[in-house]
């Protein structure tokens, strides 16, 4: 019971978070303007984005409690580390991202939390699935906004 309160409540947060990041991406400017996408673009892309999905897993989440009449069905021992991971991946990408470059640091980031939040199993495909994540931000930042990534090569 609660551990399922702690789950919505963090669902809550997130939501919240996410609809402050779309304000202040909302009050950067004209995301569009003589013709041409602004750097306010894109946060505003992902501050949408960022809303719509937190708010999908706090329905989720919602739906879960009010069907589970408050009690626990998640397994807590099978879930207790995937936060601190998170957390340590995040930082860890934070580190990398401009010492290693993107591509590295974002594939093997994408990697880990896909590691956290699937079954176990089929490496290879999940390593695949990183790739192809890691190489559809590079199209989208690099050839699309002409944002220039770190990369290990200079």
Known sequence: MILLCKKLIFQLLILAVSIGYLITAINLGNPIAEGSI????????????????????????????????????????????????????????????????????????VFAIILVFSSKGKYAQKGAISLVIATLGYIVFEQLFGVRLPALWG
């Open 38 to 109: 602004q750097p306010s673009f894109f946060p505003l892309i992902l501050g949408s984005f960022s809303v719509l999905f937190s708010g999908v897993l706090f329905y989720n989440e919602f739906s879960a409690v009010k069907r589970s009449g408050l009690t626990e069905t998640d397994s807590a021992a099978e879930n207790q580390f995937s936060v601190p991971v998170i957390i340590v991946s995040i930082f860890i990408y934070i580190i990398a991202f401009s010492t290693v470059g993107y591509f590295i640091s974002s594939a093997l980031f």
